[in-house]
């Protein structure tokens, strides 16, 4: 395996994290530095996406990398049967790092097996979507100040969202008191509750979105309820509507409190709530245009805030 790749947040430590974030903030005061030149990044795509490959392009791009790939794996010959072990080696012969996103767990962890390029994980089925877990850290960071001692609460579908069980993992070095809040089928499930646990996390389980919840809270993570992940639609229908939060829900929440979605949402968070100052989602997307740039840099092994002080 490349020791620069990136497939669970579990496999960094607190001082990569925060370095990480650091290298986010420099690119974010930084825009228009040319430092790929002459590299090229790959972007394997087997599942929908629009932030994720379009910032991960986005940022290659602006650092003056070129970008091959695909957003539909029915347009390549993984439709003709090719496995994911023989697309990685093909595509390892033409590029220097892989951003990969995959249906199954364990996908891009699978890849680094493969091949000797660094890869990326943008998101392995309900397992882990780290570069989102670093964007969301720096936008907790940019709105709350710091990471430490903040009560956040995870709405919706904590089952099958990845970016809820990547976030979990990495706040276990910052003292978070967590809300699940889910109806029984989209619980946390035992794996992450076990490791919280284990961590020391505080959480409290809800099946409301109560006030005292909303009114208790610095950070509200809406999530999606994952159709693509149900086999029962008629199960997937009685619980998509089953959070959704409306401005009229926040008028008593604490001054700080910020919303955050990874999006896309669907119906969890009305429209009213857009403009509401606490509103956040639209520019947490855009900071994953600078974290994606921090990350994709350190794949290929180049530490931003060293590379500038040579
Ligand atoms: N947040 C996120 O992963 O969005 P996309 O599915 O659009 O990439």
Same mark, same amino acid.
């Given at each position: ?62 650092? @003056? ?55 990326? #994980? ?33 709405? @919706? ?16 070095? +910052? $003292? ?18 076990? +490791?919280?646990?284990? #961590? ?8 409301? +979105? ?18 693509? %992940? ?15 939060? %409306? ?19 669907? $119906?969890?968070? $009305?429209?009213?709530?857009?403009? $509401?100052?606490?509103?956040?989602? +639209? ?28």
């Amino acid at each position: 395996m490349n020791p620069h790749s990136l497939v669970s947040i579990a496999d960094l430590t607190k001082e990569q994290i925060l370095h990480i974030l650091d290298q986010t903030r420099y690119f974010e005061d930084h825009q228009g530095l040319k430092i790929l030149d002459g590299k090229v990044v790959a972007t394997l795509f087997f599942e929908p996406s629009t932030r994720t490959r379009l910032s991960f392009e986005t940022a290659a791009n602006r650092l @003056g990398a070129r970008v091959i790939g695909f957003s539909d794996a029915n347009t390549t010959s993984s439709s003709k049967g090719e496995t994911l072990k023989d697309t990685i080696k093909m595509v390892s012969n033409y590029v220097d790092v892989i951003v990969m996103r995959h249906y199954l767990e364990g996908a891009a962890r699978y890849a680094t097996e493969v091949t000797d390029i660094p890869i990326i #994980n943008a998101g392995d089925g309900s397992n882990q979507h780290p570069s989102q877990t670093i964007l969301d850290l720096y936008s907790i960071l940019k709105t709350q100040g710091r990471l430490e001692d903040l009560t956040i609460s995870l709405v @919706g579908d904590l089952k099958y969202g990845r970016t809820v069980h990547s976030l979990i993992m990495a706040m276990k070095y +910052f $003292n978070p008191n967590f809300n699940f809040v889910a109806c029984d089928e989209l619980r946390m499930p035992e794996e992450y509750k076990q +490791f919280c646990v284990q #961590n020391g996390i505080k959480f409290t389980e809800h099946k409301d +979105f109560s006030a005292d919840v909303i009114n208790s809270s610095d950070i509200i993570y809406m999530t999606r309820v994952q159709k693509e %992940r149900f086999s029962d639609i008629v199960e997937y229908d009685r619980v998509k509507d089953l959070y959704s939060l %409306r401005n009229s829900m926040l008028v008593n929440s604490r001054e700080n409190l910020r919303i955050l979605h990874p999006l896309p949402r669907v $119906n969890e968070i $009305n429209c009213d709530v857009d403009d $509401n100052p606490k509103a956040y989602y +639209f520019q947490q997307a855009r900071n994953g245009l600078f974290a994606r740039q921090a990350i994709i840099c350190n794949a290929l092994g180049i530490d931003i805030l060293d590379y500038n002080n040579r």
